[in-house]
């Protein structure tokens, strides 16, 4: 069982906005600003999206935005488009000894 | 472009050491203040932080794997490894190697490998 908590998938059709959260403790997610969002592509290297909870690497579309509210943060995209399915996954630091955690992966699928 | 590309036996038996090497292309592994990661995803779950190397050269480990694992870097050949030692079946996964950008507090990961599939079986 990951360590963070992604919901197993959503959807969405092109044009729309969808959320995908990623709910984690007061150890991680709700206390720090180290959460970072990847969008994988099976047999494709994992791509940076998000980074220090609402932060977009350069060439990131700005359709992908992140937050976070508690012990829980979101990436949303916005405007999907066809491209954008894949899988999420979020990570954060952690204060246990773990240092780094990872969310079980959420599966995009645009209709 | 910067490429990172894993390599590895893809088959390793139950009880040895699985050694798999990161091959860094278009940039110097020795280039700022860089630092270099090992991450895994085992079949049908998510992902798994293995362990991260850092620029002032500590390494730091998952610890549920810190008695088996061994992040180095040879900047020589402008690579990274990864060893894992007394594997069994659990270790079954895809192993991503990835880096880590410069700064004091980072863990996150900029650039990652495609993976490499490593199966445990005799």
């Known amino acids: 069982q990951s360590a963070l908590t992604q919901p197993a998938s959503v959807s969405g059709s092109p044009g729309q906005s969808i959320t995908i959260s990623c709910t984690g403790t007061s150890s991680d997610v709700g206390t720090y600003k180290y959460v970072s969002w990847y969008q994988y592509h099976p047999g494709k290297a994992p791509k940076l999206m998000i980074y220090d909870v609402n932060t977009r690497p350069s060439g990131v579309s700005d359709r992908f935005s992140g937050s976070k509210a508690g012990d829980t943060a979101s990436l949303t995209i916005s405007g999907l488009q066809a491209e954008d399915e894949a899988d999420y996954y979020c990570s954060s630091y952690t204060s246990s000894s773990t240092l780094v955690v990872f969310g079980g992966g959420t599966k995009l699928t645009v209709l | 472009q910067l490429q990172l590309q894993e390599s590895g036996p893809g088959l390793v038996k139950p009880s040895e050491t699985l050694s798999l090497t990161c091959n860094v292309t278009g940039g110097s592994i020795s280039s700022y203040s860089y630092s270099w990661g090992w991450i895994r995803q085992p079949p049908g779950k998510g992902l798994e932080w293995i362990g991260s190397v850092y620029y002032s050269g500590s390494a730091y480990y998952n610890p549920s794997l810190k008695s088996r694992v061994t992040i180095s870097v040879d900047r020589s050949k402008n690579q990274f490894s990864l060893k894992l030692s007394s594997v069994t079946a659990a270790d079954t996964a895809v192993y991503f190697c990835?880096?880590?950008?410069?700064?004091?507090?980072?863990?996150?990961?900029?650039?990652w490998g495609q993976g490499t599939p490593i199966t445990v079986s005799s």
């Open positions: 990835a880096r880590l950008p410069p700064g004091i507090a980072v863990y996150y990961f900029d650039y």
